[in-house]
């Protein structure tokens, strides 16, 4: 079953715009962690912001933040003021606690945003 | 600087053949991970190991195989019973607890 869904597979904004990307994950644990990633065209894999199950408020890193809706089991990232440089494939992750599956990460499909001039 | 080295970046084979993978980090992490990533999709776990000497298999291990004899050296073989290994291949390390995944920049394997 896909514990990580990206529903939108290309999104596009304008400079200096703000951008939400969509994830929603699916699991039974009451621990677990939220990551999300960048990955520029070069390929390297770039961690942005983590959101753990029981942060009360919502992960922010600079121009990123994680609008974190656990009953919706939803964790969106929003990056604001949009760069050129921004454009990139973006994935969602979610990290189970389950002593058996060693702390797997799960990947979502992944969005592609492009920042347009 | 502490980080993930993968070697090369890319790599060409000819079908039928085996062919390893070198990941090695500075980082001190105790997991290591491998993941395989195609056009269009996420990334999918093709072996990971919490400590050294010891391994498990991920989602896609058929036609794989790694070691874990030393801490910073996570090696992966991709087999020729691996039936469409071009792909590109990431390794990654963390330290337990709610720590991200680090990743390395990648090898693009190519088999023709």
């Known amino acids: 079953a896909q514990k990580i869904t990206q529903t939108q597979p290309g999104m596009f904004v304008q400079e200096k715009e703000a951008v939400t990307l969509d994830c929603t994950y699916d699991?039974?644990?009451?621990?677990?962690?939220l990551f999300w990633y960048k990955q520029p065209s070069s390929g390297e894999m770039i961690f942005l912001i983590y959101?753990?199950?029981?942060?009360?408020q919502n992960a922010t890193e600079g121009r990123y933040s994680l609008n974190f809706q656990k009953a919706r089991k939803s964790a969106n990232l929003v990056i604001s003021a949009s760069q050129l440089g921004d454009s990139a494939m973006y994935f969602c992750?979610?990290?189970?606690?389950?002593?058996?599956?060693?702390?797997?990460?799960?990947f979502g499909t992944g969005t592609s945003l492009t920042v347009i001039p | 600087d502490g980080g993930i080295t993968q070697s090369p970046k890319y790599l060409f084979r000819k079908e039928g053949q085996n062919v390893t993978l070198s990941c090695e980090q500075n980082?001190?992490?105790?997991?290591m991970y491998w993941y395989r990533q195609d056009p269009g999709q996420g990334l999918r776990l093709i072996y990971y190991?919490?400590?050294?000497?010891?391994?498990q298999k991920g989602d896609i291990a058929e036609g794989y195989s790694v070691s874990r004899e030393k801490k910073e050296s996570f090696p992966l073989t991709v087999t020729s019973a691996q039936k469409n290994p071009t792909a590109f291949y990431l390794c990654?390390?963390?330290?337990?607890?709610?720590?991200?995944?680090?990743f390395g920049n990648g090898t693009r394997l190519t088999v023709t």
């Open positions: 990654a390390s963390r330290v337990q607890g709610n720590s991200p995944l680090h």
């Open positions: 699991t039974s644990d009451q621990s677990y962690g």
């Open positions: 959101q753990g199950s029981y942060d009360e």
């Open positions: 992750a979610m990290r189970d606690n389950a002593q058996n599956t060693g702390n797997q990460f799960y």
């Open positions: 980082l001190n992490h105790d997991a």
């Open positions: 190991s919490q400590i050294v000497n010891d391994f």
